[in-house]
């Protein structure tokens, strides 16, 4: 759904420190050394081994020495571009500007190059099949198969379902019958309930605006919109001008009886988590938490139990990783990191959830987004859990999905485990196409069973999903959106895709 660049960010990260950086002299340091003065500070130092040689080599170091103005010239050598030509210069990159002496910038290629592998291992998940387990359901199809947000409101039993093709949300019954639909929409990619009111059943509708990457172009807006008896009888645009929001929740941040907006604003050159904070009679003033460009997800909760709403929020660019926001009251937030990611794992999602029925929330964390500089099957991409040790999260299991884009945990067999929902936007769709939607059975002891459902293979390239009980059994259901975009230049693969539902129900069987 949204292509990250995320190598071609963790260049703006590293360099800028590169531009702010100690003045000491670095003429007799290694390129070893010198990649690790100017990139650590970011984030997590990113080892040659993460990404293969020709990767590094015509891909990720050459975006990278573009924000220090330098270019490879025929015979691999960086150059400082010549200032008559820098008006040339790409303008989605031109506010930043890095300073690294081209000695020092070879030293750091050369290593580079000279120590990332050839290729990179491509492990083989085994994924059984088992076709028994769910009943599949679609709704009629009516338009191109382009879907970027799936929801079902277990309060209204109302299903959603964003069409970026023809720019609608449609909504429809839990028995997948169409009611409605909202014209005039710019990428629906997150509903979130604010609640019933007299006037009907509210929701926080986020417009990404901005699909693609565009530098710091500002599109994209939150609206309420009111529905009543499966009927749109109201909408009102609440805060626009935001760089790619991508979710909104409404939350009582400061206790003063009025609900302030949150939005994760995913940019991509700008970005940030931004609070709107109500000041009375529909206006708000918008109050900066952090400047981090890549907020992706957020949760609220009571983190460290003092009766004030706190946050944890994912960033999937610059300095990527699960933070925790610790409320101080009148909309100021500390900014504490939890868990942080090399640039190159694409991080595409988290959950906080119990998962061991210890009394202690969890993390649940995925890698997979590939739609970068970078774009290889990566050993790294998958399903991490992160246990709760109290002072601190150790990862405790691993499952490698190759372009892993979410996961959602629920107990779909009813034996009390918490299980998982996942799917896989930038799977290995060739070679091992079980990867798309997977279940993982808990056996307890960070011991899962993995399978999927032979008819979901090849029906469409699952880039968004729910988990809800949309026919009220007792079970867990999972919805999956389709969204056929082209993938590796398969375009065989695509036009099946767009043959195929906008979404499908899998009704798990009790």
Known sequence: MKKRYIIGIFAIACLITLYSSCNRSTTDLSGKQLSKIYCISCHTYPEPALLPKYIWDKKVLPVMGAFADLYKDKNGVYKKIPKEYLNLRDPVIDPVHANIPTESWNKIVEFYLDQAPVKLANPVTAIDTIDNFAVLEAPKKSAKSFTTCVYFDASSKLLFQSNYADKVLNIFDEKLKFKTSLPFCEGVVNVSPIGNQKDGDHFLITHIGSLQPNGGTANGFVEDVIIKKSKIVGRVKLCDSLYRPVQTLLCDVDKDGRKDIIVCEFGFMKGQ???????????????????????????????????????????????????????????????????????????????????????????????????????????????????????????????HLNGCYKAMPADFNGDGKMDLAAISFSADFENNPKEGFVWLLNHGNNDFKTFTDSRTIGLGRWICMDVADINRDGRPDVILGNMAAIANNNRELMQKWLKGPELIVVKTKP
Do not use: C
Not at 373 to 387: A, D
């Open 273 to 399: 988590l931004s609070l709107f904070k109500n000041i009375g009679i529909n206006q708000y003033k918008k109050i900066t938490l952090s400047n981090i460009v890549g907020a992706e997800k957020m949760y609220i909760d009571d983190i460290n139990n003092d009766g004030m709403p706190d946050l944890w929020v994912l960033f999937a660019h610059d300095i990527e990783g699960i933070y925790q926001f610790i409320n101080k009251g009148n909309g100021k937030f500390v900014q504490k990191p939890v868990i942080n990611f090399p640039p190159s794992y694409g991080s595409s999602s988290f959950d906080i959830i119990d998962m061991d029925n210890d009394g202690k929330k969890d993390i649940i964390y995925t890698s997979g987004d590939n739609a970068d500089f970078s774009p290889v099957l990566k050993p790294y991409h998958g399903i991490y859990i992160y246990k709760n040790m109290g002072r601190d999260f150790k990862q405790k299991f691993f499952l």
